[in-house]
Nanobody
Framework: QVQLVESGGGLVQPGGSLRLSCAAS????????MAWYRQAPGKERELVAR???????DYEDSVKGRFTISRDNTQSTVYLQMNSLKPEDTGVYYC?????????WGQGTQVTVSS
């Protein structure tokens, strides 16, 4: 069993920045991928950003150029740097990790973008 713990959410004004962290209880060196998803009220959970074992990244179109996913293998932690935040970025952000043994989710962290 793998535990993923997200942190870094909060309330921020439009145009502001936040950095989310996802700490894994297992080494992320051998992941298939690590990803961030978000779920806005009344909407389905959607993929925001993903990084593979080889370091290949991809992003949902609306966050390209604003969000950056990165990882620190020594800390078994994945980050999501979010800049130029918009009200439509509001939601619960979830970390997902995929290993050979299976996929695991964190409990989520709330991000609210509002003036």
């Amino acid at each position: 069993q793998v535990q993923l713990v997200e942190s870094g959410g909060g309330l921020v004004q439009p145009g502001g920045s936040l950095r989310l962290s996802c700490a894994a209880s297992r080494s992320i060196f051998s992941i298939n991928f690590m990803a961030w998803y978000r779920q806005a009220p009344g909407k389905e959970r959607e993929l925001v950003a993903r990084v593979t074992r080889r370091g290949v990244t991809d992003y949902e179109d609306s966050v390209k150029g604003r969000f950056t996913i990165s990882r620190d293998n020594t800390q078994s932690t994945v980050y999501l740097q979010m800049n130029s935040l918009k009200p439509e970025d509001t939601g619960v952000y979830y970390c997902k990790g995929s290993w050979y043994s299976g996929d695991y989710w964190g409990q989520g962290t709330q991000v609210t973008v509002s003036s």
